[in-house]
């Protein structure tokens, strides 16, 4: 098993900065490709930046790509979110999940941070 959790949300003004952090333990972190997912009332839930084991690739939705950037440091366990320039469409919960390397979808899930992105 893998336990995710998630920091970092809140309300920001649009054209604010947020950073999201997720913890990761249980497991060996560097077997498990990572990515940040959201899903907004109403809406299926979507990739937003997705990072490989060693933080080599990283993918992006279009609607963040220049505004978002994923990173990992495996020494500490940890995946953030860095979001720039944000607008009231980024307004969701963000989640947090865990694909182990071998596999082809996301096994693991976090609980999941509130963004809230005002006009």
């Known amino acids: 098993q893998v336990q995710l959790v998630e920091s970092g949300g809140g309300l920001v003004q649009a054209g604010g900065s947020l950073r999201l952090s997720c913890a990761a333990s249980?497991?060996?972190?560097?077997?498990?490709?990572m990515g940040w997912f959201r899903q907004a009332p109403g809406k299926e839930r979507e990739s937003v930046a997705t990072i490989s084991w060693s933080g080599d690739n990283t993918d992006y939705a279009d609607s963040v790509k220049g505004r978002f950037t994923i990173s990992r440091d495996n020494a500490k366990n940890t995946v953030d979110l860095q979001m720039n320039s944000l607008k009231p469409e980024d307004t969701a919960v963000y989640l947090c999940?865990?694909?182990?390397?071998?596999?082809?979808?996301?096994?693991?899930w976090g609980q999941g941070t509130q963004v809230t992105v005002s006009s």
């Open positions: 249980g497991r060996t972190f560097v077997n498990y490709d």
């Open positions: 999940a865990a694909k182990w390397i071998f596999s082809r979808s996301y096994n693991y």
